[in-house]
């Protein structure tokens, strides 16, 4: 039986299924990994949270940063490895969508935001710090680029920073709560495009397996934990996810 064939046998068998997606599954998109060779955090120190919040020039810096790489981000569109996603939690067989990307990609294919579960945030807006309001980039780029206007919240004078968690940034606790349920409940989890290296977000394949759930990688380069996987499929996931699931 072929690897394909094992993956769509494990999906039809399976009672409730876990994604953990990750920046090999937006490659496929046309946005880079961050963390590759070459990629943008190699070129630039990162800016890490207590500096964004201590230094006015820190906030303009990310800012800068921020929209010179904010067309890569969007132009992208959806793939058929996020359409492949969508079609399983639409059929209710994919309960939840864990990623470590901050594209919004998987709701743009037609998931749910309750459904997907980030734990890097989203890059696609911005809230406010203090209160949490919501503010879109466009109006932000406009005062920045335009004026050199850092963006501050109108509600209540905090600090405005694009909704990812930055280094040195605190987990987000509620999606790495619902994470952990989601990877508790499930009994087949499969990593998408994730080298499984980033801790916290790492730790949860073992976490399901632990409980008993089956494991599933599909990724281009091997991971550290493809010896605990039931099935490992090394390999480009949309046209591998997109015949498994029957999506064009
Ligand atoms: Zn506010």
Redesign the pocket.
């Known amino acids: 039986m072929s690897e394909i064939d094992r993956l769509r046998e494990m999906i039809d068998g399976a009672r409730r299924i876990v994604a953990f997606t990750g920046a090999g599954i937006s490659t496929e998109s046309g946005i880079p990994d961050f963390r590759s060779p070459g990629g943008i955090w190699t070129k630039y120190q990162p800016i890490y949270f207590d500096d964004f919040m201590s230094s006015e020039e820190m906030r303009r810096e990310a800012w800068r940063r921020k929209f010179a790489t904010d067309e890569t981000m969007a132009r992208a569109e959806p793939n058929a490895g996020h359409r492949a996603l969508a079609k399983l939690v639409e059929q209710g067989r994919m309960s939840a969508i864990i990623t470590q990307n901050v594209d919004g990609l998987h709701q743009r294919s037609g998931v749910p935001d309750s459904k997907v579960i980030e734990l890097h945030g989203n890059s696609t807006y911005a809230t ?1 710090l ?2 949490t ?1 919501r503010y879109e980039l466009e109006s932000i780029k406009q005062a920045f680029v335009g004026e050199g206007r850092l963006p501050i ?1 109108e ?2 004078d ?1 600090i405005v920073k694009t909704a990812t968690i930055s280094f040195g940034q605190a987990m987000p606790e509620i999606a790495m709560a619902r994470a952990q349920d989601e990877t508790m409940a499930c009994d087949l989890f499969i990593v998408l495009g994730s080298s499984l290296v980033v801790y916290p977000a790492a730790g949860f394949p073992r976490v399901a397996k632990r409980k008993g759930a089956k494991l599933v990688i599909v990724n281009r380069d091997p991971t550290d934990q493809d010896d605990d996987a039931d099935l490992v499929l090394h390999a480009e996931i949309g046209p591998i996810m997109s015949r498994v699931v029957g999506v064009n």
Do not use: T
Request: proline fraction near 0%; aromatic fraction near 0%.
């Open positions: 406010c203090d209160c309001q919240c509600k209540c905090g």
